[in-house]
């Protein structure tokens, strides 16, 4: 009734090749999809990654710190806060022009970005002092400054780039609290350095309770 010719075989078998080939351009996109989101998901975890260490070590350490005396007459305060920094164990370079401080005491919080308020080589300070219309100089309640106590390779101000390098911040704390004293005896600042990465350091200081017997511009330990 039905005639098996060589015809009929010949398209059955050109019809299962085709399928076959459609079987593997498909399974080949496929691959070459996965292949793309695997890379893509693995340079995304990589930069993930890199960014949660530059958090962590990416940042400043606080080497030392103290106070500057202020007598203004009716009692004495800390009007200066100083903080030696270097860079923390395993960090890249951080600038200061893109390090904020946030300055928190018990009457005023603040957000401080760097100001340059030092002489051309970065060794010595200028006016501190708050900024006044028509003056160069001066930090408005907003600024700190700092200058190089030690630069390894002295060019690269206000860049710490080395584990030798020491730098001094310094925060005139009249001008950020508003106030013609600084911080009162006993009352307490908490600084949180935060580089360019988002690595940060904290630290909390208490000024003394008494400072009897210490004289304008002295230095007090913290």
Do not use: C
Request: charged fraction near 20%; hydrophobic fraction near 35%.
């Amino acid at each position: 009734m039905f005639e098996d010719t060589d015809a009929d075989r010949g398209q059955v078998g050109i019809g299962t090749l085709i399928v076959f080939i459609a079987m593997v351009l498909v399974a080949a996109i496929a691959a070459g999809v996965l292949v793309n989101t695997a890379g893509f998901l693995q340079a995304t975890a990589e930069d993930a990654g890199q960014e949660s260490v530059d958090k962590v070590t990416n940042r400043l350490d606080v080497v030392s710190s103290h106070g500057i005396i202020n007598d203004y007459g009716d009692g004495k305060a800390v009007d200066s806060l100083n903080l030696t920094v270097r860079l923390a164990a395993g960090s890249g370079s951080v600038s200061l022009e893109s390090t904020t401080i946030k300055y928190v005491s018990d009457t005023t919080a603040r957000n401080l970005v760097y100001r340059n308020a030092t002489t051309a080589d970065g060794t010595e300070l200028l006016n501190t002092s708050e900024h006044q219309d028509g003056w160069d100089t001066g930090l408005n309640k907003t600024e700190y400054t700092a200058y190089a106590l030690n630069d390894d390779d002295d060019s690269s101000f206000p860049v710490v780039n080395s584990q030798a390098d020491r730098y001094e911040i310094v925060i005139n704390t009249t001008v950020v609290e508003q106030n013609d004293q600084g911080v009162s005896t006993g009352d307490s600042v908490e600084l949180e350095i935060t580089s360019r990465d988002g690595g940060s350091t904290q630290v909390i200081y208490t000024m003394p309770q008494q400072l009897a017997g210490q004289s304008d511009n002295d230095p007090v330990p913290l």
